[in-house]
Every structure is written in C-alpha cells, then in structure tokens.
C-alpha cells in the first residue's frame, strides 16, 4: 500500500505522559501536514511542512505540541505532558508541490489519542 | 472563529434520491473549494472541488454549484446510494499555494435502503 501511513493508529495515555505519533507520507509527496478533528467536527490546521522545514504553525499548536520532519521523509507529531482535552484524532497528510491548488490532500487514517 | 460554516449537522435520505449540502464562507481570499468524504474509522478523501470563477461542477452523480456573491456553495448527491452514506466535509483553500485546507464542520448523511 503506497498511502499515507500512520502509528499507532490508537493510544491510550494518562494525563502528563508524553506520546509521540509518526506519520510515513506518499513517497514522492513533498508537502506534509498534521490535522486535528475532534469528534463532530472538522479537521483543524495545526503545522505543515515542505521538505524538512516547518513553514507555519497554527495557534492551536501549543508550546506542548512539536513536530519535526527531519530527512523530509516521515515525520514525527510529540505531545509533552497530555491534557485530557488533547484527546483527539490526529490526522496527517501529504501532497505534490506540482498539486497546490488542487485542494487535493492525500490523508492517512489517522492515530487517536486518549487521554486518561 | 469558524471560516466555513456548513449545514445541515446530519441528513438521513432514501435511496435514489437527492442529498444537498450548503456551506457558506466569509473571507473573501480563499479561491479554491474543494469538498472531501469520510467514511468511519478512514481520513478524509478528496471528492470534488470548484474554483469561485465557475458556478456548476458535475463529476458523476456529484455537483457543486457556487455562488460568489453569496458566497455560498453547496454539494449535490444525485440518485443516492447506501455506499453514500459518510461525514462530507466542504473546504476552503486560501490564496496561495499553501493547500492549507479550512474545513467545514461536516455533515453526516445517511441513505436508507
């Protein structure tokens, strides 16, 4: 399967533990994005990445959140010191550069996390 | 601070009939409106999309029509299936190439047998 991948798909944590997701985009896809959707709601913004740099950060993503893409490759989602209403699907994506204003995000499936 | 606001919350219709999805945006800067379904337990997959310079999209049984002035556009589901039912989430993309997507709050359509 050459989608976007992500781990772990659930995670269940105590409130103050750290948990750090990983997403594995569509190989050739430039662009990576990290969403959030609570339940009933949307996906909301929350940071993306060409290559390996971070070009924005939404204010949703607090001083506890950090995201890193080192190699431009996969790319890692930390939560420091989880609150319970960190508790959320977080969704990642990927895209061409060729494909910007297509609106056309290739998402994966998305790892929730519950906070305890 | 809610950039598209999108109704109705869920929709139940029967099979082979017509599901309709509007949502509304304000900020005059987004140009490109895509629309994405979602099924349980999946991400969101792109379904559709219009740019505000055209008033009707058809792709299959899918239709956008927009309405710039208004600054409205909405999702038409001809001849819906059960396979249909899903979350529909309808979008905006600012200026730009940034492909940072605005969601909707989603609209949960179910089609009876």
């Known amino acids: 399967d050459t989608g976007v991948s992500q781990n772990p798909r659930h995670k269940i944590t105590k409130r103050g533990q750290n948990v750090t997701f990983r997403c594995d985009p569509i190989s050739e896809h430039n662009r990576l994005y990290w969403y959030r959707q609570t339940l009933g709601q949307g996906p909301e913004f929350l940071t993306y990445?060409?290559?390996?740099?971070?070009?924005?950060k939404s204010r949703l993503l607090s001083d506890r959140f950090s995201a890193e893409r080192p190699k431009g490759s996969f790319s890692t989602l930390e939560i420091q010191r989880t609150e319970q209403g960190d508790s959320a699907m977080y969704l990642c994506?990927?895209?061409?550069?060729?494909?910007?204003?297509?609106?056309?995000?290739?998402f994966g499936e998305g790892s929730r996390l519950t906070v305890l | 601070q809610q950039q598209v606001k999108q109704s109705p919350q869920s929709l139940i219709v029967q099979k082979g009939g017509i599901s309709i999805i509007n949502c509304a945006y304000e900020n005059t800067a987004f140009d490109y409106f895509p629309w994405y379904q979602q099924f349980p337990g999946k991400g969101p997959a792109l379904l559709i999309a219009?740019?505000?310079?055209?008033s009707e999209k058809k792709e299959g049984r899918f239709t956008i029509s927009f309405n710039k002035s208004a600054k409205q556009f909405s999702l038409h589901i001809m001849d819906s299936q059960p396979g249909d039912s899903a979350t529909y989430f309808c979008a905006a993309i600012y200026g730009g190439a940034t492909n940072k997507l605005i969601f909707g709050t989603g609209t949960l359509l179910a089609v009876q047998p």
């Open positions: 994506a990927s895209s061409r550069l060729a494909g910007l204003d297509t609106g056309e995000l290739f």
């Open positions: 990445f060409q290559n390996e740099a971070q070009l924005e």
């Open positions: 219009i740019r505000p310079d055209v």
